[in-house]
């Protein structure tokens, strides 16, 4: 069993930047990749960005792309989302998600992930 927490989130104006951080804890913990993803009100869940947990490699939404930075500390069992440059469209409740049972789906698939968070809110004024 796998538990996902996340920190972080907060209210920010327009341009300003937050860390998000996801602790991961369980018996064993050695996933695929982690991801972020966020969902506003009366929205679908969206993905915002990924990273394989032992290369690093990294993937991002077009959104967020040259403002928002995934990476993992493997040390702590934590993945961090780094946002610059905040824009109100930005405003969601952010989630963080373990792929522990690759399936072969898309990083940006919310089917791919096995564990999620509870979810933090951040909130962008204008």
């Known amino acids: 069993q796998v538990q996902l927490v996340e920190s972080g989130g907060g209210l920010v104006q327009a341009g300003g930047s937050l860390r998000l951080s996801c602790a991961a804890s369980?018996?064993?913990?050695?996933?695929?990749?982690m991801g972020w993803f966020r969902q506003a009100p009366e929205k679908e869940r969206e993905f915002v960005a990924a990273?394989?947990?032992?290369?690093?490699?990294?993937a991002s939404a077009d959104s967020v792309k040259g403002r928002f930075t995934i990476s993992r500390d493997k040390a702590k069992n934590t993945v961090y989302l780094q946002m610059n440059n905040l824009k109100p469209e930005d405003t969601a409740v952010y989630y963080c998600?373990?792929?522990?049972?690759?399936?072969?789906?898309?990083?940006?698939?919310?089917?791919?992930?096995?564990?999620w968070g509870q979810g933090t809110q951040v909130t962008v004024s204008s």
């Open positions: 998600a373990a792929d522990v049972n690759p399936r072969g789906r898309p990083w940006s698939s919310v089917r791919e992930y096995d564990y």
């Open positions: 369980g018996r064993t913990f050695s996933p695929y990749a």
């Open positions: 990273i394989t947990w032992s290369g690093g490699n990294t």
